[in-house]
């Protein structure tokens, strides 16, 4: 039986930031359910110990390290560590994202070194440890590497600056990327995955209706569908609310 037939996940090793909730909890869980030796990375120890906990009890494989992806002292230590943990890591998520000052501000009322904070988390965090992590899958020939996006890096939304500007920038990262990697076998992604019910979302929107937001469970399933799929392109930015059509 093949690995799309049993449900199993070509990738053995998976390194996924932002891990401690929301949809890097739930993206670890997924892929620790279908096989995946997983390193989750984030801020909080606490609430690392508490999805480690329940994966396990799952049944799956999963490990934490604490770490600031937006601390560049961090970032190369990381990769290394989660390469003894659970061997040559396969697929990395650029989950982990900084949302910026709350309540939402206008970008003149940001402040520079509140900008330089949410560029650290959400652009140079992701573009150091796809360097750390993506010279390992060139040489071997094999690797995913997908940045979590959001449409506001394609809209323009009154208080959402600084967030968006980092998110566009990032799209554009991992455009490039994909042409430079497109000759070592490593595929980048670009996802989007839609208004989720997290923590993030609530510190944003705080008067909005969860019932109307996706959870992230639902979302990590269909994300892992999506990184299975051999037909979307490397570059490829995916808005997984249209069906994941690239």
Avoid at 70 to 89: I, M, N, S, T
Avoid at 165 to 182: I, P, T
Avoid at 205 to 230: K, M, Y
Wanted: hydrophobic share 45%; glycine share 12%; charged share 20%.
């Amino acid at each position: 039986m093949s690995d799309t037939q049993s449900g199993l996940l070509e990738f053995k090793t998976a390194l996924v930031t932002g891990g401690g909730r929301g949809l890097g909890a739930a993206l670890g869980a997924e892929l620790a359910r279908r096989g995946t030796r997983v390193v989750l990375v984030a801020r909080s120890e606490w609430e690392l110990d508490g999805t480690l906990a329940a994966i396990r009890a799952a049944g799956g494989e999963a490990h934490a390290l604490v770490a600031d992806i937006g601390d560049k002292r961090a970032v190369y230590p990381l990769a290394g560590a989660a390469a003894d943990l659970v061997g040559p890591l396969e697929l990395l998520v650029n989950n982990a994202s900084a949302l910026g000052p709350t309540p939402l501000r206008l970008l003149f009322d940001t402040e520079c070194e509140e900008l330089e904070r949410v560029l650290a988390v959400n652009l140079l965090g992701p573009f150091r440890l796809s360097r750390a992590v993506g010279g390992g899958m060139a040489l071997r020939r094999f690797g995913t590497i997908v940045n979590v996006s959001s449409d506001a890096a394609v809209n323009a939304y009154s208080g959402w600056g600084a967030y968006s500007a980092s998110k566009a920038a990032l799209d554009q990262l991992g455009r490039v990327l994909a042409v430079e990697l497109a000759e070592q076998g490593v595929r980048v992604l670009g996802v989007d995955p839609g208004e989720m019910d997290t923590q993030m979302h609530r510190d944003a929107l705080p008067a909005a209706d969860s019932a109307t937001l996706a959870r992230p469970s639902d979302v990590a399933r269909r994300l892992v569908e999506l990184i299975r799929r051999r037909d979307v392109p490397s570059g490829a930015r995916v808005e997984l609310s249209q069906g994941g059509a690239p």
